[in-house]
């Protein structure tokens, strides 16, 4: 992971970790201990490009549910998108309710993040999806 991703992923909230059983952690910690000790593991493991990773997080944490949104509002796929980690963008349009239209703290969606930071082909996985119409009318909070 680069200098960059590690303060990005340094400001996600923490307190995903309260959310999560013992027994959930503990069954994550077998295979990807890296990720079962972080506050808000799918939002790591999308950020990484895992999809290995996050098809076991969302398999493990099942009871309570996945925590979808960090401090900034943000979810995995807006972290993937970030990190232009396709098969992440694809595994989390594919098999969660993620949208690519959820917007964050300042009203930016994964696709604003994804055209801002050129990653034509993440943003080109989104049009793909039900959301399309929703994605070409959406705007962040200060209009863009």
Not at 3 to 25: A, H, W
Not at 50 to 69: H, K
Not at 113 to 128: D, F, Q, R, W
């Amino acid at each position: 992971m680069s200098s960059t991703e590690d303060k990005l992923y340094s400001r996600l909230n923490t307190r995903g970790r309260k959310s999560f059983r013992p027994t959930e952690r503990a069954q994550l910690a077998e295979k990807f201990p890296e990720f079962a000790t972080v506050g808000l593991p799918a939002h790591k493991a999308a950020l990484d490009g895992n999809v290995e990773a996050l098809r076991e997080i969302y398999a493990a944490f099942t009871e309570d549910g996945v925590p979808s949104r960090d401090v900034n509002g943000a979810t995995p796929l807006h972290l993937a998108v970030r990190g232009n980690r396709m098969e992440a963008v694809k595994w989390l349009l594919r098999f969660t309710d993620l949208s690519p239209t959820i917007s964050a703290k300042h009203g930016e969606s994964p696709c604003h993040v994804a055209a801002a930071l050129g990653n034509t082909e993440c943003l080109k996985a989104m049009l793909a999806t039900d959301a399309k119409e929703d994605i070409c009318v959406a705007s962040d909070n200060s209009g863009m």
